[in-house]
């Protein structure tokens, strides 16, 4: 089993940034796919970004591309997202998930079905 635990959302303005920490724990297996999933009131779980954790190819939403970044620092056991020019659609609860794939695999997905393990969430509000 993997827990994941989210930390970092905030109350900020439009334009604003923020950084999300995602901490995984009781990682056993050689490698995953880390991503980070957001939802907002009435609205289906959308996957924001995606890496795998051994060769750090990142993948992103039309959304969202070239405002986050995603990244990880592997001796942290930690997964980020740096968020700049947040919006007033960035609104939403902000969850991180893994799921395990072989290593060498350059497996990714952002499709909500594909993880197994979730975190709690964190929630993200950007104001006009």
């Known amino acids: 089993q993997v827990q994941l635990v989210e930390s970092g959302g905030a109350l900020v303005q439009a334009g604003g940034s923020l950084r999300l920490s995602c901490e995984l724990s009781s990682v056993y297996t050689d490698d995953y796919a880390v991503a980070w999933f957001r939802q907002a009131p009435g609205k289906e779980r959308e996957g924001v970004s995606c890496?795998?954790?051994?060769?750090?190819?990142?993948y992103y939403s039309d959304s969202v591309k070239g405002r986050f970044t995603i990244s990880t620092d592997n001796a942290k056991s930690t997964l980020y997202l740096q968020m700049n020019s947040l919006k007033p659609e960035d609104t939403a609860m902000y969850y991180c998930a893994a799921e395990t794939r072989f290593p060498g695999s350059t497996w990714w997905s952002l499709d909500a079905k594909n993880y197994h393990y979730w975190g709690q969430g964190t929630q993200v509000t950007v104001s006009s």
């Open positions: 890496i795998g954790w051994s060769d750090s190819t990142a």
